[in-house]
């Protein structure tokens, strides 16, 4: 088995090699003025090989779709997408508009297709290839644990993320909740705060994916006069514009992440997981 790393995913592509003891072949890429994507394997890739490559920006998905041509002469070829972009475009809210994450899951020509903390499992039913949707949850709940907070709980910021709350929280031993949340635009968002028990507690604000900031930075001005800490985790560190800024400003203590982008706060790899799933397969 052979380990492609994409532009997007180098640094975890070698963490995975190195945990599966898999050969990582050498890629490079490049753009040319016009902003067009070059890729080229610079090895000869064996018979069964897996590319890892997250699709954070659209450059990122054309990429993937040349890594795969490019292994054409494999007899089998797994795919893995730690992040998909688009993903949260799954729905059709008003007529005429694409489903987005159908669209390049149905353009992904590939024998296995693995991805992590997906926003939504529906969107495995629309690749061309069997697809699983892997949890690096638990290992962002290890890693809490190790920062040994006096008095935790954690807080999902809506409903939807409730899940991912409870995992790390049952990792951590201690109660969970997700507050209501009305999103207003894409950066703006009204939070009400359930009836929490949060004096004097270090509080863990934990999501799937944190793009803008912009909920977790109103969660935590509504806790920072109460809380003893404040500390944010999620899986997918999208992080976009000033979202770093905007939630050490609203007074968090740390922020945490895992690999699937690779950011400043990726303190969790997801290597261990990937590695052993694709050596089951």
Partial sequence: MDIIGG???QLLASRIANESGARLILTEFKEFPDGEQYTRILE???????????????????????LIDACED????????????????????KDGEAITSRALAR????????????????????????????DATGMVGEYLKELKLAKPIVIAPDGGAIGIARNAAEILGTEYDHLEKKRLSGERVTITPKKLDIEEKDIILIDDIISTGGTIAEAISIFKSEASSIHVACVHPALTGNAVLRLFHAGVASITSTDTIEKGTSKVSIAPLVADEIQKI
Avoid: C
């Fill in 7 to 9: 532009s997007s995913s």
């Fill in 44 to 66: 000869k890739p064996d018979t069964d090989v897996v590319i890892i490559q997250s699709v954070v920006k659209d450059p990122d998905f054309i990429t993937l779709l040349q």
């Fill in 74 to 93: 494999a007899d089998k070829i797994t795919v893995v997408i730690p992040y998909m972009g688009y993903a949260r475009q799954d729905k059709r809210f």
């Fill in 107 to 134: 353009a992904i020509n590939a024998d296995q297709v693995i991805l992590v903390n997906i926003h939504n499992e529906e969107i495995l039913k629309y690749f061309n290839a069997p697809a699983k949707n892997l």
